[in-house]
């Protein structure tokens, strides 16, 4: 069993920066797909950015890429997601998720989730 826990979020003003955080306890994969997913008011839930560890890149929706970042540190099982240039669209809750095997954008294929966190940007 894999625990994930979210943290960073918070209210931002338009072009500001937040780090997402989330901790992963328990059976922790060394070779692992995480990655994050939002959901914005009334809407479905969506891809954002994911990566495959070692050694694999990573891939993100196609309206943050250049603004987002997906990082982890394998020392602190803890995976990050660096958020720059926020616009008031990026509003959501933001879900960590991990899943063994090859990485896909399909959040029913990922098997472990955190409760989430709010990012609120301001316009």
């Known amino acids: 069993q894999v625990q994930l826990v979210e943290s960073g979020g918070g209210l931002v003003q338009a072009g500001g920066s937040l780090r997402l955080s989330c901790a992963a306890s328990?059976?922790?994969?060394?070779?692992?797909?995480m990655g994050w997913f939002r959901q914005p008011p009334g809407k479905e839930r969506e891809f954002v950015a994911a990566?495959?560890?070692?050694?694999?890149?990573?891939r993100y929706l196609g309206s943050v890429e250049g603004r987002f970042t997906i990082s982890r540190d394998n020392a602190k099982n803890t995976l990050y997601l660096q958020m720059n240039s926020l616009k008031p669209e990026d509003t959501a809750v933001y879900f960590c998720?991990?899943?063994?095997?090859?990485?896909?954008?399909?959040?029913?294929?990922?098997?472990?989730w955190g409760q989430g966190t709010q990012v609120t940007v301001s316009s």
């Open positions: 328990g059976r922790t994969f060394f070779s692992a797909t």
């Open positions: 998720a991990a899943k063994s095997g090859s990485l896909v954008t399909t959040a029913s294929e990922y098997m472990y």
């Open positions: 990566a495959r560890w070692p050694g694999g890149s990573a």
